[in-house]
C-alpha cells in the first residue's frame, strides 16, 4: 500500500479556492448523495426505464439489481457524464459528484496535498479557470475511447490531474510524505521527491492501465486522468512566463 498524506515545502498563503472546491464536493455529497442513496428511485419515470435499458446493454442481470437501485444511481445517470447524450451541463456537473466515500475521500486527499502550491503560484482566479478547464479537457478525452457510451463518469479526479500536472512541472525539489504498508517487512512514512510520485501516478496507476483495458474497460477513467495531467501541464507551460521567479518550486 502507498499513500501520500502530505507534501513539504508549502506555502504560509492560505489556500482558499482549494478549501472551497473541497467544500464544494464533499457539500455536495453530504447534502445530496447522501440522502439519496436511503431514497428509492421513481420506477414510472423514463428516467429509471432508461437506465434499466443502459444496464441491461452491459450485461447486468436487472432481477438481481432491481432491489439495490437507489434514487442517487438515477442522479448520478441524469447529471454525470455520458458520452453518449453529452452536454455541457452533465461536463460541469460530473466534476462534482462522486459514486461514494472512498472516491470522495481519495479525490479530496490528493486535492488537498497538493492544491495549495499550485493555487499560490497561479493566482486563484486563474487557478479555478486551470481546475475546470482541466476537468473538462479530462472528461473529453476520456469520452474519445468511449464515443458510444452511456455509463455516467463522475468524479473530481479529471480536474485534480490537472493540479498534478502542474505541481510535477513547477514543484521538481518538493517531496511527499507517503505511508508505506509493506507487512511485515514495513510499516510507516517516507518522504519520496514529488516527481517520482507523481510519474507512478501518471504512468503506473493510469498510463499502463489505460493501454491494457484499451481506455475505457473499467470502472477507473484512467484516460481522464492522463487527459487532466497532460493539460495541467500544459497550462504550467502556458503560464511559466508569468509565474514567479523562485518560490517554493
Known amino acids: 500500500m502507498f499513500i501520500p498524506v502530505g507534501d513539504t515545502p508549502n506555502p504560509s498563503k492560505p489556500a482558499w479556492m482549494t478549501w472551497s472546491l473541497m467544500a464544494a464536493n464533499i457539500g455536495i455529497f453530504v447534502l445530496i448523495a447522501i440522502p439519496l ?7 414510472s419515470s423514463q428516467l429509471y426505464l432508461q437506465f434499466i435499458e443502459t444496464m441491461r446493454e452491459r450485461g447486468v442481470a436487472i432481477e438481481q439489481l432491481r432491489g439495490r437501485i437507489t434514487a442517487y444511481d438515477l442522479f448520478l445517470f441524469q447529471y454525470g457524464f455520458r458520452p453518449a447524450e453529452a452536454s455541457v451541463l452533465t461536463l460541469f456537473s ?4 462522486h459514486g461514494g466515500w472512498l472516491h470522495l475521500a481519495g479525490n479530496m486527499l ?5 492544491g495549495n ?10 487557478y479555478i479557470i486551470m481546475y475546470l478547464a482541466s476537468g ?32 510535477f512541472l513547477w514543484f521538481p525539489r518538493n517531496r511527499v510524505k507517503v505511508f508505506i504498508f509493506i507487512f511485515p517487512f514495513f510499516i510507516g512514512f517516507i518522504f519520496v521527491p514529488a516527481p517520482l510520485v507523481l510519474a507512478v501516478y501518471l504512468l503506473i496507476d493510469n498510463l499502463l492501465p489505460f ?5 475505457g474497460a473499467a470502472g477507473v477513467a484512467h484516460g481522464a486522468h492522463i487527459g487532466g495531467f497532460l493539460a495541467g501541464m500544459g497550462a504550467a507551460l502556458a503560464m511559466w512566463h508569468r509565474a514567479p521567479k523562485g518560490g517554493m518550486g
Open 110 to 114: 490528493y486535492l488537498w496535498i497538493f
Open 94 to 97: 460530473s466534476l462534482f459528484l
Open 211 to 215: 493501454i491494457m483495458m484499451t481506455g
Open 117 to 126: 502550491n499550485v493555487e499560490n503560484r497561479f493566482g486563484a482566479f486563474n
Open 136 to 167: 473538462v479537457i479530462a472528461t473529453l478525452f476520456f469520452s474519445l475511447f468511449v464515443p458510444g457510451s452511456n455509463i455516467p463518469m463522475v468524479g473530481a479526479s479529471g480536474a485534480i490531474s490537472g493540479i498534478l500536472g502542474c505541481y
Open 37 to 43: 442513496m436511503t431514497t428509492a428511485p421513481d420506477t
